[in-house]
């Protein structure tokens, strides 16, 4: 159980435009999502809490016109980075949590390339 | 918020040995502390977690323990495995179900 699946596993894209992830709970209604970022050798750097229904909260640093979450379900939230730049090139992965609420289960990451 | 502190960042054993790692957390409010593995390329995956109302925790080879008084927890595997090679996280729970992680520590196991 607690299978969590994200889509695309690897996405390469133009400067300028807009990448959507989309991050899926299969066996169970994830009531929180997370999104976090991960940079090459390091940690998991959260960007942004989403509950189904409601607006998502950005952690600071983090723009939320540029990173659009959207949770419309308890099994999918999307992430769609607008204007993709190469700076944004990076390792995104998605986690959520229901039930057992601490505990998150995590998606296999989308590679981004932003050429 | 919840700082996570992670020690040590590279650590290598030889087969058969154990590997410990520490974490330090600052916000004494946080009661769930998990440790993920993530192998090259892979989503990290939950190992082995521990709430605040135990102190010691094992799962076969993998063990975590807890202080709270002093804010640390541990992790220990034993009879490590060429497998256990991976990058290993810790967390602790900042309130609202958030994790922040500590910054990783490399383990390679050599055969």
């Known amino acids: 159980g607690a299978v969590v699946s994200q889509h695309p596993s690897r996405v390469i894209c133009k400067s300028g435009t807009s990448v959507k992830i989309e991050c899926r709970s299969l066996?169970?209604?994830?009531?929180?999502m997370f999104w976090y970022r991960q940079f090459p050798k390091q940690s998991l750097m959260l960007m942004a809490t989403?509950?189904?229904?409601?607006?998502?909260?950005?952690e600071q640093g983090v723009e939320k016109d540029k990173f659009l979450i959207n949770h419309a379900s308890l099994t999918l939230s999307t992430l769609t980075v607008t204007s993709a730049h190469p700076e944004d090139s990076s390792f995104y992965i998605c986690?959520?949590?229901?039930?057992?609420?601490?505990?998150?289960?995590f998606g296999p990451g989308t590679r981004l390339l932003v050429l | 918020g919840e700082n996570v502190e992670q020690h040590p960042s590279t650590l290598s054993v030889q087969e058969g040995d154990s590997a410990v790692i520490k974490c330090t957390y600052s916000?004494?409010?946080?009661?769930?502390f998990p440790w993920y593995k993530q192998e090259l390329g892979k989503r990290p995956q939950l190992i082995i977690d521990?709430?605040?109302?135990?102190g010691e925790k094992k799962d076969q080879r993998i063990a975590v323990t807890l202080n709270k008084t002093a804010k640390h927890f541990s992790l220990h595997i034993t009879e490590t495995q060429p497998e256990d090679s991976a990058v290993y996280f810790c967390?602790?729970?900042?309130?609202?179900?958030?994790?922040?992680f500590g910054g990783g520590t490399r383990l390679m196991v050599k055969p």
């Open positions: 066996d169970f209604q994830a009531t929180t």
């Open positions: 986690s959520a949590s229901g039930g057992q609420k601490e505990t998150q289960y």
């Open positions: 989403s509950n189904e229904g409601s607006k998502a909260t950005y």
């Open positions: 521990i709430r605040s109302n135990v």
């Open positions: 967390a602790a729970d900042g309130g609202g179900n958030m994790l922040t």
């Open positions: 916000d004494s409010a946080s009661n769930y």
